[in-house]
């Protein structure tokens, strides 16, 4: 994996007045209340709050996995709610990266197809895919495992996989929901050493959503959310 | 690539749940691929046996078809001999055409003098070798001439008529028994005598032949057993049109090809019209609507298990991958929030279907294919549903590349149906909400 320095795009991340409701049924939740937010290319972003504060809502948002109820939500220039399913699939593909609570490795590919996988559905040649994949592992400390599925993995080389799969294909902004809550504490704590030293070394741009104050201590912005809302600290 | 590897992996996830599909859909399609090729069999010896009655094609003076069988004397065809050779000359029917002979029906009554038993009869004239050559029609080798049986007891197949016996011919087993017939050969080697009373259009009294018979011959249907008699047709134009030559009152034509059939009905309709002769045209299917009718109630048992074994397998495949849509929720979400377009998704379990549907269709083809051949090494005797006698089952999955062919292609296309709303389905999952599974 190459070190490269993308263009300053100052506001990677721009939400203005961003609402999101879920209709349940008769049921109508709230769930983000006149969210604005900018975060910039290179940051390292924390998003704290409750259970149910909205915190996961927000990061679909950002992660184009949804469209806001209202307001809008531009990533790295692009309002989401103008593209199309298929549009923004490619976006993710190649723009985001994805890291999750419980992982969410594919279990039926080994640890090195799940960290190859965005690199197919980006198009890479064939020439890169062996290189670059290697290369993620390498980073995560885990080339030895490349042949082990996820099954065979402990949680703490599950998330690095993870974290290698989100990071292979370089994007511009890795999407992390509570990344360290299925872990124990020691373990946290390396995974978010390693999350903070990939920011160093490819430039990438973190937002995290977190209760875990070891996250937060590391992070360039703090953002608190309570009841849809942000609160400033 | 990856796709794939996903549809392979995840079928051998749930090795039961799998097997339990695969296995439903090869033995369904070993039982459809046994039953096409038993479909073929019957078809094909149906037609085999048909054609020997009747040949492909008949022509006959207008109106003989509805009203001749009371008065056949009424309906001769006038220039028989310079019809045929017509016939035999046109450049579309001549190459078509592999016998072009003439036929004589007349009806009567029939007394044995022995026994001073009588019944009506219908004859048919035929020159002794042209009927041969009908007789031998055998394109797809599906009746062996010494393995034809009725009631298990083998009889003899030697032409029925004889040139070297022009008063010799042929009853209906059922005419044989009628008239109490003791069909054993005299110790001078004579044969057993009948005597045929016909009305003649020529003459105001009955005319009266002797007829000696060769043997009985089971027909299949009971009006034909109990009627039929078949002698030479030079005789029977002497019995019905004394000193007036050979008359026929049917042309009958045996094709090279029975897919022929259509373009050379067409082509005599057109003669007959060109020319403007009272004549009309018969297909073999037309002659013999009983035959036709058994034929469709076969072929409607077919289809109709057919859209059963296929409804149940898609319903079964559906169920299995549906499965694997509603387990595999969040790993979905995943691969949609990685940047997989519904079409990636929706292919994973397209691909699942369809290996599902090769697997099973292959094997089921194999496995039918593997059946037939057994039933063909037992040599099972079979009396078809449109035969008058038993012949060795055989069942012809491989005969016709068509039948496998379907097999197989109805197996994907069942499975790739049975996968179609599932996959739909994944590839439309709400992505935020797959992932909260
Ligand atoms: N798909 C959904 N349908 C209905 N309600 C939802 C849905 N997703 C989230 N919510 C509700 O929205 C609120 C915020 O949820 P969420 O964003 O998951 O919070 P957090 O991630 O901070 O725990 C909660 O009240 C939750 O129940
Ligand atoms: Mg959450």
Redesign the pocket.
Known sequence: MSTHQKPIDPELIQLEEVHKDYVCGRRRVQALRGVSLDVRQGSFVVIEGL?GSG??TLLNLIGCLDYPTRGRVIIAGKDTSAMNDRALSRFRAERLGFIFQDFNLIPMLNAYENVEYPLRLKGEAKAQLRRRTEAALEAVGLIDMADQRPAELSGGQCQRVAIARALVSQPDLIVA??PTANLDSHTGERIVELMRSMVERFGATFII?THDPMIACHATHRYRLRDGRMVFE | MTELKLAFRNIFRHPQRTLATFLAMALACAGLVLFGGYILFIHLSGETHATMMVGHLQIFKRGFYETGAGNPAAFAIEDYEPLRQRLIQDPEIGPRASLVTGMLVLSGIARNPESKNSAPFIAQGWVPADLARLQEWNPYQLFDMRQLAVNRVFFPTEPELDASEPKAGTLGVGLARILGMDLQRQADGSRARLELLCASPLSATPRIGVLYVRRAVPRGLKAFDDRLIFLPLDYASRLMFPGQGTQVTAIVMLLNRVEDVPAVAARLKEIIAQQGLELEVKTWIELLPVHQQAIRMIDLFFYFSLAIVAVVLAFMIYNTIMMGVLERTREIGTLRAMGASRKRVSTVFLLEGLILGLAGGGTGIVLGGVSAWLIDAAEILYQPPTIPFLIKLEILVFQDWRVPLLAYIGCLAVALAAAYLPARKASRLFIAEALRR
Request: net charge negative; glycine share 0%.
């Open positions: 259970s915190k996961s929901d509570e959503a």
